[in-house]
């Protein structure tokens, strides 16, 4: 069976331009994963599906409540998140600090939703 030589290549370079349009996970993170300066939390959420998934939540969650928040309350947080993300910082390279971190974050931003004076 004798192949098209023509075919052949318009595959490969069909292929060679599609890789480069794939999601990537990285690309979804609150941050720069193609940074070269990336702290080590920073590096694991990139390359870790879940914690980037975790990230993307976070950060979603966080705007929205903020745009929802009176402003003297988004001071205080952007103070608690400031905070936050020195606690994650500190995790370094550890997966399971860094999830439970966003996990306690997204707990306390749900609470701050669930607290808000909304009309019936």
């Not at 318009?10 to 292929?15: A, Q, S």
């Not at 959420?45 to 990230?55: E, F, G, Q, S, Y």
């Not at 600090?97 to 939703?113: G, M, N, S, T, V």
């Amino acid at each position: 069976m004798r192949h098209n030589p023509t075919a052949i290549i318009l595959t490969g370079l069909l292929i060679g331009l599609a890789i480069p349009a794939l999601p990537r996970a990285a690309a979804a993170a609150s941050f720069d994963c193609d940074r070269a300066d990336l702290a080590a939390d920073e590096k694991v959420i990139c390359d870790t599906r879940t914690l980037n998934d975790a990230d993307v939540k976070m950060v979603t969650t966080f705007d929205l409540l903020a745009g929802l928040m009176a402003m003297g309350n988004r001071d205080k947080m952007h103070e608690d998140q400031s905070a936050w993300l020195k606690r994650r910082q500190a995790c370094g390279e550890d997966v399971d600090c860094i999830r439970a971190a966003y996990d306690e974050r997204l707990k306390q931003l749900d609470e701050a939703y669930e607290s808000l004076n909304r009309p019936l």
